[in-house]
Antibody
């Protein structure tokens, strides 16, 4: 069965970086793309970016451009999201989701809470 | 920059009421529009895709309509378990923007 399993919660200090992983199974990894979405109390659901596991092409939301990097590792069927220069308002739950190009998001990871606090 | 707007931002309605939420895209997205229900601590739940197709397992009191730039989510008879925040999202291509959300609660 399709599974997306994310890494555990993190506590980070302002100005540092966080890298969240999303290990997938149950399907052909390189046939899909993946989105990252964050949920904050103040901003609701925010799409951060999308990456193709086929060729590594990535698209980022303008708000996060330059601060976020999405990568994939096809040897382990894992997607990564790195967010840099963390601020307190980056405290959020981050979700990975399987999103084929031009199709609906069909499976989600369980979410990873990242807390940014000094 | 692509924009998705929703109205209202919040609403209170009685059990059994008909509830309507609207979503507007800043450019034509044909029918590449999905609606999600979000509850605290839960993964967002897909309700509607392709603007009007009900996702499997979703109660039939939920329905969607629209195309181009203007879309609507309707709950025909509000139930207590429908208390949540509802988001629209375009999914034709990047940016995969969400609307700002509509918070629904019981009067």
């Amino acid at each position: 069965q399709v599974q997306l399993v994310q890494s555990g919660g993190e506590v980070k200090k302002p100005g540092t970086s966080v890298k969240v992983s999303c290990r997938t199974s149950g399907f052909i990894f390189t046939s899909y793309g993946f989105s990252w979405v964050r949920k904050t109390p103040g901003q609701g659901l925010e799409w951060m970016g999308w990456i193709s596991a086929n060729n590594g092409n990535a698209h980022y939301a303008q708000k996060f451009q330059g601060r976020v990097t999405l990568t994939t590792d096809s040897s382990t069927s894992t997607v990564y999201m790195e967010l840099r220069s963390l601020r307190s308002d980056d405290t959020a739950v981050f979700f990975c989701a399987r999103k084929p190009m031009g199709q609906i998001t069909d499976y989600w990871g369980q979410g990873t809470l990242v807390t940014v606090s000094s | 920059d692509f924009q998705m707007t929703q109205s209202p931002s919040s609403l209170s309605a009685s059990i059994g009421d008909r509830v309507t939420i609207t979503c507007r895209a800043s450019q034509d997205i044909t029918n590449y529009l999905a609606w999600y229900q979000e509850k605290p601590g839960k993964v967002p739940k897909l309700l509607i895709y392709a603007a009007s197709t009900l996702q499997s397992g979703v109660p039939s009191r939920f329905s969607g309509s629209g195309s181009g730039t203007d879309f609507t989510l309707t709950i025909s008879s509000l139930q207590p378990e429908d208390v949540a925040t509802y988001y629209c999202q375009k999914y034709d291509g990047a940016p995969l923007t969400f609307g700002p959300g509509t918070k629904v609660d019981i009067k």
